[in-house]
């Protein structure tokens, strides 16, 4: 494998740009592929058995790219197939877990929140993290029911997403949550509505993407497969959609890193 191929990054939509840009950020002399699946969005309704299959022809698009880690940057995605990938290829793959453990650590009140996708918190993967931290907090979990439909519009800053993020937020702070957890790649692009449901109460909002980041660049550091750093970054933006919609997801990552 080669240290200037890309890294691969995979979403139900364009919801992983958020971890795209903190891979970006973090490092910048290194190549990415971004696949946007579009077609199937949302997963948050499928069924486990949808979501793996859909998951597995992503990665095997990611891979003949020749990309040398892939990061599964959709919660759902990853509590549905990370294990099924892990045994089926022979890269690295770097997934979404809840970040459940910073905020039983750091909360305060005793009481945390997680808003995620109905499949992500059905999933193994929620339960395991969360029995971990039974016992040191109480977790309250929400679906975003909508908030993947607005993100994939860009219609975060409308009345309608004040609502839909009020109604899954609010009982959660009503409930002494000091903490909310973004289970979904999709929620930090609503960060705006999710601050102004919170006000002035003393709430942490905690993405995992950055941690997820430093992941996939210890890994990378790991194994040999950091590229030079003078090497030029190249961003690539795929779609199992149609050609708009992929242009909608590079704009929107341009957007991110305001060019
Ligand atoms: N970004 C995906 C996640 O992190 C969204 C899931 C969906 O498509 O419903 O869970």
Redesign the pocket.
Known sequence: MKRSAPIGIF???M??LSVWLRVRQLMPNESIVYLADGKN?????RTPHEIASLTKSAVEELLSRGVKIVVV?????TAMAIDMLRESFDVEFVG?EPAVKPAALSSQSGVIGIV??H??LSGELFRATSAKYADRVKILSAVGEGF?EIVEQGEEHSPEASKVVADAIEPMLSSGADRIVL????YPFLMGAIESVVGERKVEIIDPAPAVARRVEWLLERDGLRAEPDHKADYEFLSFADEEYRQRVEQRAKHLVGE
């Not at 940057?73 to 995605?77: E, V």
């Not at 289970?183 to 999709?186: F, S």
């Open positions: 979403d139900s939509g919801g992983g969005c949302p997963y948050g309704d940057a959709c919660n759902t995605a979404m995620a996708t499949a992500a993947v289970g979904c790649t999709h």
